[in-house]
């Protein structure tokens, strides 16, 4: 297509934008402040993981139509004109499916070794999406093992953490030791934020019809996960249960310190920062929560802004994990079951803190 070299604004780099303003505030804000070396890669980069976790969550596609659209999802960006309109009416993002033509016009204009992460990485989470679509026996899924739980969240959040880091080294935005560590860091960097996620979205999950809390955590304090939000005789056990995952979740805080510490380029770590920060605050704020049981737990808007703020430095970030790692340490109740290895595992983030 025409566009003369300083033109930057095509309607179809507009829409993009748009498009990313609709689907995530959070992630439009630091995406936009990014440098302009990476700033349009990331926005496309985003958009078209977007469009494939609109396809693995939306309940309404069929496993025979769903599983080959992952695993074949990285073959849409060979093409200039792919659109999918098969989704639910109801899913909140389908304007990314059914306008992925305009993000296709933006993914053909980038440097092709960005193309390429894009593309190599929209391979690995399809696929691995699509292994966890039904088990063995046909069922619709659950996470039955830890290292489940860890293998479903790097194919969808470990594995951004590669490309992004990927995109940044190349970008020469931070330390090339990144990249030397088999993406171990990277890896923890998406972990953290995912099972923050997964446990904060107990609820909504569940009226999905589907889970993400691994059985082997789960099933010490209940026998069906429903039973949480169901019988309120069972709340002390519900709490018992996310502190558990919190605290599973505690142990990559030491990788995402060490990440940060390695960024050099002021925007690009404000990008990578600001998500972790809210995590942190996220877990405290479902630390022993029973909402989490029954509904949406989100920090408040003001919180937000001051984290903000306060995560443009790696020391003002290390100040905000020390504070609400204080914060669960002082929720944590004796009558936990795990309220010792809380207390020692807030003491050893606070011991590098
Ligand atoms: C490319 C920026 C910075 C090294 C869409 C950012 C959904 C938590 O589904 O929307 O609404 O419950 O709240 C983001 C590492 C991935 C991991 C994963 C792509 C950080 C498709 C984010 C984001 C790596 C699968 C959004 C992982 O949560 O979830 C770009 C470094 C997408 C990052 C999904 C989850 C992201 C997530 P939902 P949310
Ligand atoms: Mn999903
Ligand atoms: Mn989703
Ligand atoms: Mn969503
Ligand atoms: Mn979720
Ligand atoms: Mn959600």
Redesign the pocket.
Known sequence: HQKSSNDNTSPELIRCYELLNLT?RS?AAV?EELHPELRDA?MI??LV??A??TVE?DMTIKPEVKIPLLRHFDEKLDTQDWTFDGSGPNEKDRAVLVEFDQILTIYHGLKPQYQEIVKDITFK?GNGMADYILDENFNLNGVETITDYDLYCHY??GL??EG??KLIVLARFSDSSLVEDNFVK?NS??LF??KT?IIR?YHEDLQDGRSFWPKEIWSKYTTSLPQFNEDPACEFEGLSCINDLVLNALGHVKHVLE?LSLVKDPSTFS??AI?QVMAIATLAEVYNNPKVLHGVVKIRKGTTCKLILESRTFPGVVKIFRHYIQVINHKSSVRDPNYLKIGIKCGEIEQFC
């Open positions: 995530s992630f995406i990331i980069f985003y993981l977007r494939l976790d969550d989470m969808v959040a951004v953490g992004l880091t990277s960097m998406g934020l995912q996620n979205d990440f990008f990578c998500p």
